[in-house]
């Protein structure tokens, strides 16, 4: 169980242009996902916290008009990366917190996106 | 300051040895929790092991068993009888009781097992 899927796998687009990733989680309801950024052989950054039917809080230096949270219900959330540009290319991952009783509130990853903006 | 710092940017281990890979921190709140995960070449995060503070018994899941020293603030991961699919990055993660449910990372350690 605790599956959590994300889409699309690996996108290139070119600079201007907006990216929509999206984070499922598959076998189990999620009210907090978070959004991760990975440069290679870095650790992962926070860059948002997303909770069901609520507005994302975003880290510190995360551009909340260029990095577009929506987590419309408890299985998705999506980030839209609006007008991007190669500074942007990255990997980025997504997480769900499984709350059920027993857990421990652990994240599940999903499998990542990798973005190349030419 | 770093609330989580891994010392071993990369490691080498023979097949079928133990590894343990360093993970100390740094909070004032009582109540946290402690994770690590591994991240395979392939990018996706796996959750192998948790440690809550107020745990008196160090956690075990199969070959992944949690060193847990409170006092010094260490958490460091025992991997048992290496398999040449244990070769990853390992991230150490802590949650402070804040209500957020963020983690924040330590900059992980690259382990390479050698056959």
């Known amino acids: 169980g605790a599956v959590v899927s994300q889409h699309p796998s690996w996108v290139i687009c070119k600079s201007g242009t907006s990216v929509k990733i999206e984070c499922r989680s598959l076998d189990f309801q999620a009210t907090t996902m978070f959004w991760y950024r990975q440069f290679p052989k870095q650790s992962l950054m926070l860059m948002a916290t997303s909770n069901e039917g609520s507005k994302a809080t975003y880290e510190q230096g995360v551009e909340k008009d260029k990095f577009l949270i929506n987590h419309a219900s408890l299985t998705l959330s999506t980030l839209t990366v609006t007008s991007a540009h190669p500074e942007d290319s990255s990997f980025y991952i997504c997480?769900?917190?499984?709350?059920?009783?027993?857990?421990?509130?652990?994240?599940?990853f999903g499998p990542g996106t990798r973005l190349t903006v030419l | 300051a770093q609330k989580i710092t891994q010392t071993q940017p990369g490691m080498f281990v023979q097949e079928k040895e133990a590894v343990t890979l360093d993970c100390t921190y740094d909070t004032s709140d009582p109540s946290y929790g402690l994770f690590w995960y591994k991240q395979p070449s392939s990018g996706e995060m796996i959750f192998l092991i948790y440690?809550?503070?107020?745990?008196?018994q160090n956690a075990t899941e199969g070959r992944y068993s949690l060193n847990f020293q409170k006092a010094r603030k260490s958490a460091n991961l025992v991997i048992s009888a290496s398999q040449l699919g244990d070769s990853a990055m390992y991230f150490c993660?802590?949650?402070?009781?804040?209500?957020?449910?963020?983690?924040?990372f330590g900059a992980g350690t690259t382990v390479t097992v050698r056959a």
């Open positions: 997480s769900a917190r499984l709350s059920t009783p027993g857990s421990y509130n652990e994240q599940f």
């Open positions: 993660a802590m949650r402070e009781g804040r209500g957020d449910y963020k983690l924040s």
């Open positions: 440690q809550g503070s107020y745990d008196q």
